[in-house]
């Protein structure tokens, strides 16, 4: 019983770091309809700059605003002067972002080498608690407990404000919200930031379970596909479920088939995109 | 306080607007009739600024609006009835009249209730489960609370039963007497003639034709010509 739970409990805050990310990557899509693949990179840098700035300060939550607010800028930058120049253009943009993917990667090798890098846990979950009858750390239930958190943050944000209902409005017809005097650029660069914040967050938050190394811009960028296309694009409950799915799936997969790793994650997303082709909760 | 002069519109590869110029005076009820695709909604997108103008200017309370991004247009006085309604679906009716909401004028939420009762009981539902009649009393809503000076209306009464017709007439009427002015595209020959103060046919991307309301009606040569009636 100890074992399923712990496991669970593992593949459950594996999904959270999944969450952070695929919600951004799901905002920007549902909103912009650009698949973005810098979002890896996002993850990444915003991980090494939690790492440094870790290392100087000793400062957890410092490291963590630093990386989420410092990708948030790129985020900004790279959706003011690069992306804008293709909207609504899904091949050059595909291009696009898939350039910036490998320039931040070769990028990070160059300022931080090709050596893993680990981030300590904040002093304050660096222990375990004891759940019934078993150990746990303490740092992966926040992490539970955080990505929760954000998800009812990200829900209050997009149904229950006047700037979630413009980005409502302009997903639903960006045509009529411009029309209407609804700033759809600006809404583009806020979303664009707010992802890239939400990615470069998972960075530093799993840098500590995950570890950040060179690779893992692609390999979280995968997964991060996988979680949208079996949540839905476009969709935060979707990226939330499906986060957990792919969590759980990747998590039991590893310790039940190790040799088939990402067999496991990817055969039900096939399954799912057969059965539902706009994902679980996906419209059209 | 509008002003359109000699602009030239293309759509793709299409060469829509061929030299279009029209006034409109505040308070004025101008109607734009003409067969389909002769350029009437063109018009109303170049001056909203989606489809902006390749040659040609539109001047706007005084200031060029011809290059000026589509929301700045609005948020200086145009508003826009889209033909087919076009409600943003995942957003509730409320929603609607407060995410457009702008400017201390005439129009608020209470005012814009009073006016369509029809929306007051359906607040929380979701647009795109509204009836095409309350649909387009919801497009008109949410353009009339950002107290538009320009209203443009592309073909407001398209699939609308008599009753919400009327209703609609209700609140052409009331805008009018307040001293908005509407660029009303019909194609309901006899909606347009009742309210409008002055109307413009276009055929072939030009305006051809400008008369009153009442001469158009005896004008039997000119409908047949140019509306097919």
Redesign the interface.
């Known amino acids: 019983m100890a074992f399923w739970l712990i496991q669970a409990l593992n593949g459950i805050s594996f999904g959270m770091l999944l969450f952070l990310l695929a919600a951004g990557l799901s905002l920007i899509y549902g909103l912009m309809k650009v698949l973005n693949l810098t979002h890896g990179s996002f993850y990444l840098l915003g991980g090494y700059i939690g790492v440094a700035v870790v290392r100087t300060t000793g400062s957890f939550v410092l490291a963590t605003l630093a990386g989420a607010f410092a990708i948030a800028v790129v985020g900004v930058v790279m959706e003011r002067f690069f992306l804008r120049r293709f909207h609504l253009q899904e091949l050059p943009q595909a291009l696009l972002t898939f350039g910036f993917l490998f320039i931040f990667s070769d990028l990070a090798m160059v300022i931080w080498g090709s050596d893993p890098e680990t981030m300590p846990k904040p002093a304050l979950f660096d222990h375990s608690v004891q759940l019934g009858g078993f150990y746990y750390p303490s740092y992966r239930l926040f992490i539970i407990a955080f990505g929760l958190a954000v998800a009812a943050f990200l829900w209050w944000l997009q149904e229950g404000t006047r700037v979630g209902a413009m980005v409502r409005a302009s997903v639903d017809n960006e045509e009529v919200a411009r029309a209407l005097g609804i700033n759809v650029s600006l809404l583009f660069s806020l979303v664009f930031a707010l992802g890239a914040f939400l990615a470069a967050l998972g960075g530093v938050m799993g840098g500590p379970i995950v570890g950040v190394y060179p690779g893992a811009d692609f390999d979280v960028l995968l997964l991060g596909f996988v979680v949208v296309i079996i949540g839905g694009l476009g969709s935060l409950k979707g990226a939330l479920f499906g986060g957990l799915a792919v969590g759980l799936l990747d998590n039991f997969g590893k310790v039940f088939f190790p040799e088939l790793a990402l067999f496991t994650v990817f055969a039900p997303m096939a399954l799912i995109l057969a059965w539902r082709p706009s994902g679980l909760f996906g419209h059209e | 306080m509008l002003s359109v002069r000699d602009i030239h519109t293309y759509y793709g590869d299409s060469y829509v607007l061929q030299g279009v110029t029209l006034e409109l005076v505040p308070g004025q009820v101008v109607a734009l009739l003409g067969r389909n695709g002769v350029g009437k909604t063109t018009l109303a997108r170049s001056i909203?600024?989606?489809t902006p103008p390749k040659r040609g200017t539109i001047v706007f309370k005084d200031v060029d609006i011809t290059r000026m991004?589509?929301?700045k247009i609005?948020?200086m006085g145009i508003?826009?009835v889209?033909q087919g309604r076009?409600v943003?679906?995942?957003?509730t009716v409320k929603?609607h009249l407060?995410?457009?909401a702008?400017g201390r004028g005439r129009w608020n939420f209470d005012r814009v209730t009073e006016l369509f009762p029809n929306l007051r009981s359906r607040m929380r539902s979701l647009a795109g489960k509204l009836s095409g009649g309350e649909q387009q009393m919801l497009a008109a809503g949410?353009?009339l609370v950002?107290n538009p000076a320009l209203l443009v209306m592309d073909e407001p009464t398209e699939g609308l039963a008599p009753m919400m017709v009327r209703e609609l007439g209700r609140g052409i009427e009331s805008l009018k007497q307040v001293g908005t002015s509407i660029l009303l595209i019909e194609q309901q020959l006899a909606f347009a003639l009742r309210y409008a103060d002055v109307v413009f046919i276009m055929s072939k991307g030009r305006i051809v034709h400008r008369c009153t309301p009442a001469e158009l009606a005896a004008d039997a040569q000119t409908k047949a010509r140019y509306l097919g009636i």
């Open positions: 909203l600024g989606l991004p589509a929301h609005a948020q508003g826009l889209p076009q943003f679906g995942s957003l929603e407060q995410v457009t702008r949410r353009a950002a």
